[in-house]
């Protein structure tokens, strides 16, 4: 795909926090799309500065986040969200060039939210590939390029939900998209690695 990724610029982190983020993207209903149980490990991928990350770690009762960001700024109020929110089992970390410092197939859950088109050509949906476990799900939710909408980032750096699925089954993911997810701006896709014996 002949795109170059389109930086989130961490002083308009205030963005991310707006009430009305809620009316169009809910926490809750965003959560609910990861099934979980309540015991898993969650990799919070493009985390930012935690506007989901710490309602997911209280669904997490007997499990955890992991928070990554490669955004300095955007760490250090991830890192502050997490210690003011008090959860105890949201862990974060800044990493460089997509490396994640977890194990393979250490995560239950990845969860990636408004960071998809940031990474066109880079290596994190490989490295999403290595930390997903074999029966783990992937949710990938982010800005439609296909709709009309006043917010969010320009549709020419934004992906159709097919130009998303066409960047997941290349990195190794099949996928399936969420019907009907409520949400007017974002699409939804739910991903599972597509052959998981191979590393
Ligand atoms: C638009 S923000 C979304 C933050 C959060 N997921 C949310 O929904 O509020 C995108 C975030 O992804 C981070 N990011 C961009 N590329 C990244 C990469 N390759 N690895 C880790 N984080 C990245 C940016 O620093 C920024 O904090």
Known sequence: ??????????????????PERQDFLPNDRVLDLLE?????????????SGVLTVPLARR????????????????????ERIKESG????????????????GDGVADRILTVNLLHEVIGETALAEMRR????????????????VEREIGPPANVSLSPAEATELL???????????????????????RSANPRTP
Do not use: C
């Open 1 to 18: 795909m002949n795109r170059r990724p389109h930086k989130f610029d961490p002083s308009r982190a205030e963005q991310l926090e707006r």
């Open 36 to 48: 979980l149980r309540g015991a898993e490990t969650v990799v919070d991928y493009g985390a930012g």
């Open 60 to 79: 997490l009762e007997r499990g955890m986040v992991r928070a990554v960001d490669e955004s300095p700024e955007m760490v250090e109020k991830l890192r």
């Open 87 to 102: 959860v105890r089992n949201g862990i974060n970390y800044l990493i460089e060039q997509n490396r994640v410092p977890l």
């Open 131 to 146: 930390l997903l476990s074999p029966n783990g799900l992937l949710l990938v939710v982010d800005w439609r390029g296909d």
């Open 169 to 191: 089954e290349a990195a190794g993911f099949s996928v399936t998209p969420v019907q009907d997810t409520g949400f007017p701006y974002h699409f939804a896709l739910l991903a």
